[in-house]
C-alpha cells in the first residue's frame, strides 16, 4: 500500500529540539517533492516547510525560519524536519504530504494543498513546560 507515515512527535520544552520523519512506502520518494504542514488546535492548517524533488530547493515559513531544517535521505526513502529552539506556539499536528512537481528543480510552494498525491496521518508536537 502506498502511504506516509510520519514519526517523532512527542512533548518537549520551551527551547528544545526534536527532528520528525516521514517515511514512504510502496512508491520512490524521491520523484516527489515534499512539505511539511501543520495544524494548531482552533487554527487553519499551514504549510511549515517544503523541499523539492530535485536540486535541494527548500522553502519555509517565516516564523520558522533559522530553526527549522528540512532534509531528505533517499536512500532510506525518508524525509526529515529538524526543529530547533521550540516555542509553545509550534504546538501543533505535524503533517507531512508528496507530490510530483510540474518542475522538479523549481523552489517548492509553500502551504499549497491542491494537487497533492500523498499524505501522512501525522503526529503531535506539544511544546510546553
Known amino acids: 500500500q502506498l502511504q506516509l507515515v510520519e514519526s517523532g512527535g512527542g512533548l518537549v520544552q520551551p527551547g528544545g529540539s526534536l527532528r520528525l520523519s516521514c517515511a514512504a512506502s510502496g512508491f520512490t520518494l524521491d520523484e516527489y517533492a515534499i512539505g511539511w504542514f501543520r495544524q494548531a488546535p482552533g487554527k487553519e492548517r499551514e504549510g511549515v516547510s517544503c523541499?523539492?524533488?530535485?536540486?535541494?530547493?527548500?522553502n519555509y515559513l517565516d516564523s520558522v525560519k533559522g530553526r527549522f531544517t528540512i532534509s531528505r535521505d533517499n536512500a532510506k526513502n525518508t524525509v526529515y524536519l529538524q526543529m530547533n529552539s521550540l516555542k509553545p506556539e509550534d504546538t501543533a499536528i505535524y503533517y507531512c504530504?508528496?507530490?510530483?512537481?510540474?518542475?522538479?528543480?523549481?523552489?517548492?510552494?509553500?502551504?499549497?494543498?491542491?494537487?497533492?498525491?500523498?499524505w501522512g496521518k501525522g503526529t503531535l508536537v506539544t511544546v510546553s513546560s
Open positions: 523541499i523539492s524533488s530535485r536540486g535541494g530547493s527548500t
Open positions: 504530504a508528496a507530490w510530483v512537481a510540474r518542475n522538479p528543480f523549481r523552489r517548492c510552494v509553500l502551504g499549497r494543498e491542491n494537487g497533492i498525491d500523498y
